[in-house]
């Protein structure tokens, strides 16, 4: 996935410090055969103390890229995108983003009472580093992901991360292609660890 973009500006080799991607333009790409809007939308997702520079100023909440800038984003990546598709492209990120982080707050909801107003502090991409749980359904026989993320909550002070797993789901005849998302707490502290322990028997987070 591609993530919350930068507004404006050249794109140049400077990495965000927030997700280690390079910033993003929103000029056309050389090539490119028709305009595409600059638009960017706010996410419903609170942003954490840390503020990136790619992300617009005043706004409480994560900005996501507008699809100049996602375009700009495949074509550095090696990917040869069509214009035609990339509003729906980013339409499609944007949902998961949004899906992903309901699923976080479902994990949160074990914690308003210390902390009602969890936000997003930072996030990276790891799609070539595989989870362990991954690693472990993959030697099973189970379709491998196609993506991972690590996202990093603040939890009203206390930094919290997450991994995300995104998997191709099944296809139906005549729909668009379904994701499923594999979201918990890394295992990486006790809290987490028994958090994920307290869902395993009473269950609630999917």
């Known amino acids: 996935m591609i993530e919350m973009s930068r507004e404006g500006g050249n794109c140049t080799s400077e990495n965000n410090p927030s997700n280690q991607m390079p910033s993003l333009s929103q000029m056309p790409s050389r090539g490119q055969r028709m ?41 550095r990546k ?29 994990w949160e909801k074990m914690h308003l ?30 379709r491998p992901p196609f993506d991972r993320h690590d996202w990093v909550v603040d939890r009203c002070g206390k930094k919290v ?4 797993d995104f998997y191709t789901g099944p296809s139906m005849t005549g729909m668009p292609l379904s994701i499923h998302l594999d979201v918990r707490p890394a295992a990486d502290s006790f809290g987490a660890i028994w958090d994920r322990v307290r869902v395993g028997i009473f269950g609630k987070p999917s």
């Open 161 to 164: 991360r997450y991994v995300i």
């Open 78 to 106: 090696g990917y040869q995108p069509k214009e035609e598709d990339m509003q729906s492209v980013v339409a499609i990120h944007n949902t998961v983003n949004e899906k992903t982080w309901k699923k976080v707050m479902e």
């Open 113 to 142: 009472d210390k902390c009602p107003n969890p936000r997003l502090e930072k996030f990276s991409g790891r799609a070539n580093d595989q989870s362990l749980k991954a690693r472990i359904n993959t030697w099973m026989g189970y």
């Open 35 to 75: 305009p595409l809007p600059t638009h960017r939308v706010e996410s419903t997702i609170p942003k954490g103390d840390f503020k990136p520079s790619h992300q617009l100023e005043g706004k409480a909440n994560w900005t996501y890229p507008s699809p100049q800038q996602f375009y700009n984003a495949m074509k």
